[in-house]
């Protein structure tokens, strides 16, 4: 018996919807010849027709059904093919905590940034039902290609966060309950990849919500006394008198553009530009900026925007941190600090850098784990994503182009070049011309 037959449910909202719009992720009723995918399907619609607008699981589920409906109005078939996968795992993922008996959640790491697998965590603190622990494990072993904080057998959790009754290391745990329930990677789809662009552009009151959930459920995430003190030494004098405006700038590797919704980077003069305008409307005499980077290049140009005599900004951005100027390894690996050894002290000074976003009044940022979970942590902070697929200006460059521009061009990429609806490739693909074949331009 599933357990909305009780009837202690409040009147359903109803994600019913949800089914169709992760169609084509389901499997083919027509060819189920035990009835097992018909099964499936009718107690997915049942669990989720009776969702209750009060669940916390309502808003979870909500931010998957804007994500699925923009994916379809944006013609981009990979993007909503993705969408429908991980829409379709993260309801599967919610029926079993919903729907089995267990008297633990496990949440071992997955080979992912450390913000994944914070997510991860807040993730089972949201959806676990009351009062059942949620036991993390991030003791590595020693082959990752992402998640390499520490020596191998290092509990990276532990030194992070404190335990509480509610959640705390797999590895302080004396007796390791059978009846576990192992959920090994994010829930949310608005968690994943380029889905995370999609996040910024929810409705308010629907984000709103979604981030009041998180936070109150994010409490048990209570970081060790050391990573607090460090804490305090950096914002404890920052006070209401002050306009602090925070900017969390990723390192433009190919991963990273990839992994965008707009499907580009944007410029460390994109978030100048856009700091500079937020501190030209704010009255407030102090003006404080952080800066939390793992590109080198960034801190260069920000120090030299903000760290000046004649300016009125209080520039903040922790040395001793470690980051890199970027490129491709001699391995063709992008030289990212997460795609290299770290140590735990890296991890803390990511979660540092995270908890200080938090503390400030704006957030300038792109699509990131660590972006989102200073979002989420401070429901209050004022969020500007860079999403959009051309940069501020892009009408003046076009006009004024730094390199010549023609009005035709012959194919030469084997086996097509796409042809799409707009300057980027986030926008409608229309269709493909083949080597040989001459395309007609505007000259602009």
């Excluded at 829930?187 to 959930?213: A, V």
């Excluded at 530009?273 to 980077?293: C, G, H, N």
């Excluded at 300016?311 to 970027?326: A, H, I, L």
């Amino acid at each position: 018996p599933l357990p909305w037959k009780a009837g202690a449910m409040a009147v359903p909202e109803g994600f019913e919807d949800l089914v169709q719009l992760c169609a084509a992720a389901l499997p083919d009723i027509n060819k189920d010849p035990t009835g097992e995918h018909q099964q499936l399907v009718n107690a997915l619609r049942e669990f989720l027709r009776n969702i209750s607008s009060a669940d916390v699981a309502a808003s979870v589920l909500t931010g998957a059904r804007h994500a699925l409906q923009a994916c379809r109005a944006a013609g981009r078939p990979s993007l909503s093919s993705y969408a429908c996968k991980t829409s379709l795992s993260m309801v599967k993922k919610i029926l079993a905590l919903r729907c089995t008996e267990y008297t633990a959640v496990f949440a071992p790491y997955h080979d992912n940034g450390l913000f994944a697998n914070i997510l991860q965590v807040c993730d089972a603190l949201l959806l676990t039902k009351a009062g059942v622990p949620v036991l993390v494990d991030w003791r590595r072993k020693g082959l990752e290609g992402h998640f390499q904080y520490g020596p191998e057998g290092f509990d990276l959790w532990s030194h992070l966060f404190e335990p509480t009754e509610r959640c705390r290391s797999a590895a302080d745990s004396t007796a390791i309950p059978e009846d576990g329930l192992s959920m090994p990677s994010r829930i949310n789809c608005l968690f994943m990849n380029m889905l995370r662009g999609y996040l910024w552009s929810l409705p308010e009151d629907n984000l709103n919500l979604l981030r009041s959930n998180y936070a109150a459920a994010m409490r048990e995430l209570r970081p060790r006394l050391h990573i607090q003190k460090k804490l305090g030494d950096i914002c404890g004098h920052w006070t209401e008198d002050a306009y602090i405006v925070g900017v969390h700038k990723r390192l433009a590797c190919s991963e990273m553009v990839a992994c965008q919704l707009s499907q580009r980077a944007p410029s460390n003069a994109e978030y100048i530009m856009r700091v500079r305008k937020l501190f030209a409307a704010s009255t407030k005499l102090q003006k404080i900026l952080y800066l939390a980077t793992d590109d080198s290049q960034a801190v260069l140009d920000f120090q030299a925007a903000f760290d000046r005599d004649d300016t009125d900004v209080n520039f903040c951005c922790r040395e001793g941190v470690k980051r890199s100027f970027g490129g491709v390894r001699d391995d063709g690996v992008d030289n990212e600090v997460h795609r290299n050894p770290c140590m735990e002290e890296d991890a803390e000074d990511a979660l540092l850098d995270a908890l200080c976003l938090a503390k400030c009044e704006e957030l300038i940022c792109v699509d990131s784990n660590l972006s989102i979970f200073a979002a989420l942590q401070n429901p209050r902070l004022r969020l500007h994503a860079l999403s959009s697929i051309l940069p501020e200006g892009w009408e003046e460059d076009a006009n004024h182009p730094s390199e010549v521009v023609h009005e035709a061009y012959e194919v030469v990429f084997a086996p097509m070049v796409f042809v799409r609806k707009g300057p980027s490739t986030a926008t409608e693909l229309t269709g493909a011309r083949k080597p040989g074949e001459v395309v007609r331009c505007t000259g602009r």
